[in-house]
């Protein structure tokens, strides 16, 4: 909940900024470019230290990472310093507090409803994203941007010592009696190498390079997209809000509809519905209503983030053992660099049309490459 929700809040200090240091559009989406890069450049040390280290330090770190970089963003006064602090030191506090160790985590307890049980956990996805992108909105609305980055960064930071003590990390980390032994004995099989030798870890890697590209295109402007065609800055902020609570429950059912009707299916349903909701955000520009931003929401939110609890349960199963955080991670990178990739093109984008037609079209072709790995790879398209 804290990983990415507190990321997203990036997309309600883009306006801000730029009307108080007047940065080019381009200027800051390569910011949050910075952040998924070193989001996606950290995700495999991440999972080796996950390996060794176990989830108290991984998680304990990632919460003070946050609180340092959130409250120091309080007081930025040039853009080497927002690349800094919200580029580089959020990329690492997500990636410390993100799918990789949590997935290697519940890896530890479930094996036969693991699908279900990676969806009902990355929930908290959305949920972080309904809660901090409005109250982010409110105190940014309400005092100042400043105000708001240090009222994130020193909550956060009186969190730490909390997370780092009174959890019981120890029985966490033990996992499941029943695949305890093997995880105790470093067995499992796969190795890093091992496992980039196969077509399933390719195929996995392209769908999330091409679904992240495709979704950050859109998501990084999403509230500023709705204020310039019109909306209000609080009713653009609770769209987006809303789209966080709408992912939270399609991240809770992706695992079960996965397990009940197949990887394969679940996945193309969500593809589809993601492509209806840009789609609809084309139309927005033409003729903007609150009927359409409705439909929007309800269809683009109930298929966004599906795709991430699938691929992680898919990795988790495929390649199971003590290397499963390593070789999660290297994945997931692709994830975060597709992600930094979608987010800048589609501010170049908009500085050189000076509007958002070509970015969606941008992100529909790729939405479009991202399903072809579960129809051309035969281990996905029939992985139960």
């Not at 780092?164 to 093997?182: T, V």
């Amino acid at each position: 909940m804290f990983g990415r929700g507190l990321g997203d809040t990036y997309a309600v200090f883009l306006l801000p900024l730029e009307r108080e240091f007047g940065w080019a559009r381009s200027q800051l989406t390569g910011v949050y470019s910075v952040y998924l890069l070193v989001n996606g450049f950290t995700a495999p040390l991440v999972g080796l230290a996950f390996d060794r280290l176990g989830p108290r330090w991984v998680f304990g770190a990632g919460v003070a990472c946050f609180g340092a970089a959130f409250f120091l963003a309080g007081g930025i006064v040039s853009l080497w310093q927002f690349y800094v602090l919200i580029g580089a030191l959020v990329g690492i506090a997500v990636s410390l507090n993100g799918m990789v160790p949590g997935s290697a985590l519940l890896a530890r307890w479930y094996r036969a409803r693991l699908s279900t049980a990676i969806g009902i956990a990355f929930s908290a996805v959305g949920v972080g994203t309904l809660v901090f992108v409005p109250l982010a909105q409110y105190l940014v609305s309400e005092y100042h941007w400043r105000v708001a980055y240090r009222i994130f960064g020193l909550t956060l930071l009186a969190a730490a010592p909390a997370v780092l003590f009174l959890l019981p990390w120890r029985r966490f980390a033990a996992g499941h009696p029943e695949y305890r032994p093997k995880l105790m004995k470093g067995e499992g099989g796969w190795t890093l190498r091992a496992a980039m030798r196969t077509p399933v870890y390719w195929g996995l890697a392209l769908i999330f390079f091409c679904t992240a590209t495709a979704m950050f295109s859109v998501i990084v402007q999403l509230v500023a997209f709705l204020v310039d065609t019109g909306f209000s800055p609080f009713t653009a902020a609770g769209a987006f809000g809303a789209l966080g609570m709408l992912s939270a429950l399609s991240i809770m059912a992706s695992g079960f509809l996965s397990d009940r009707f197949g990887y394969r299916q679940a996945v193309t349903a969500s593809f589809l519905g993601t492509a209806s909701g840009m789609a609809i955000l084309l139309v927005l520009t033409q003729f903007p209503s609150h009927a359409l931003l409705i439909a929007f929401v309800a269809i683009f939110g109930l298929c966004m983030g599906t795709r991430g609890p699938v691929v992680s349960s898919v990795c988790a199963k495929v390649f199971a053992g003590a290397n499963v955080a390593t070789i999660y991670g290297t994945i997931y990178s692709m994830n975060a660099l597709g992600a930094a990739f979608g987010s800048y093109v589609g501010g170049v984008l908009h500085d050189l049309t000076g509007g958002y037609r070509v970015g969606l079209v941008f992100a529909l072709v790729f939405i479009a490459l991202a399903a072809i790995p579960f129809w051309a790879i035969r281990p996905l398209r029939t992985f139960r």
